[in-house]
Nanobody
Framework: VQLQASGGGLVQAGGSLRLSCAAS????????MGWFRQAPGKEREFVSA???????YYAASVRGRFTIARDNAKNTMYLQMNSLKPEETAIYYC?????????????????WGQGTLVTVSS
């Protein structure tokens, strides 16, 4: 599976962005997918995940502001981010597991995209 993240950019605090993650491979629909982010000088942290059937899971810090979704017909996952904060400036990575259930641990994901930079200005 190859993953390609896109949609990052510069946005003002309180603004919105939608990230996309395009996946190759015919088994996309059976994989759990996730979004992680890594700010400069910090460890990679979990943002959100979605399993094969569409059940979702969010980090407490983004719950209510971010929405994860997937379109299996398009082999694409999305992350709608609203009310962005400057401290959420980071490289956002999409990832896939080779199982159908989601996880909040980066070590459980086998496939990773290259990341897309999100910059939130104050």
């Amino acid at each position: 599976v190859q993953l390609q993240a896109s949609g990052g950019g510069l946005v003002q605090a309180g603004g919105s962005l939608r990230l996309s993650c395009a996946a190759s491979g015919r088994t996309f629909s059976s994989y759990a997918m996730g979004w992680f982010r890594q700010a400069p000088g910090k460890e990679r942290e979990f943002v959100s995940a979605i399993n094969w059937s569409g059940s979702t899971y969010y980090a407490a810090s983004v719950r209510g502001r971010f929405t994860i979704a997937r379109d299996n017909a398009k082999n694409t996952m999305y992350l709608q981010m609203n009310s962005l904060k400057p401290e959420e400036t980071a490289i956002y990575y999409c990832a896939a597991r080779s199982t159908s259930t989601y996880s909040s641990y980066a070590r459980d994901y086998v496939y990773w995209g290259q990341g897309t930079l999100v910059t939130v200005s104050s």
